[in-house]
């Protein structure tokens, strides 16, 4: 080794400060910032949600971003189109009358 090198590993070993353990634990307190979440703020992330579909309401979806695409938007994610479809219902009378329907197609109530 050339002797800066052997200059600079030496002045590593003896600038390195000991640490010395101490019996006693030192306590930590920890202090989290207090988090705001603005309704308006762009590059905020909405919270998570897991749903479940069925495979003609899977279909809905596709549809919806098969449209999309043929009007120029490409990559529209599942999240996009269920928004898209949460943003577009028409919520009046017509909603129950659907949600009935579902019901007794999915079988899942009585």
């Given at each position: 080794?050339?002797?800066?090198?052997?200059?600079?590993?030496?002045?590593?070993?003896t600038s390195l400060p000991k640490i010395e353990s101490s019996t006693e634990a030192k306590k930590t307190v920890h202090v989290f910032p207090e988090v705001r979440i603005e309704k308006t703020a762009r590059g905020t992330r909405a919270p998570k949600l897991s749903v479940s579909l069925y495979q003609q309401d899977i279909d809905r979806l596709d549809t919806i971003k098969d449209f999309m695409k043929s009007q120029g938007f490409r990559n529209l994610s599942d999240s996009e189109a269920l928004r898209l479809a949460c943003r577009k219902v028409e919520i009046d009378r017509t909603l129950v009358e659907a949600y009935k329907s579902m019901q007794s197609e999915d079988g899942r109530r009585r």
């Open positions: 080794m050339s002797s800066n090198t052997q200059e600079l590993l030496s002045k590593l070993k």
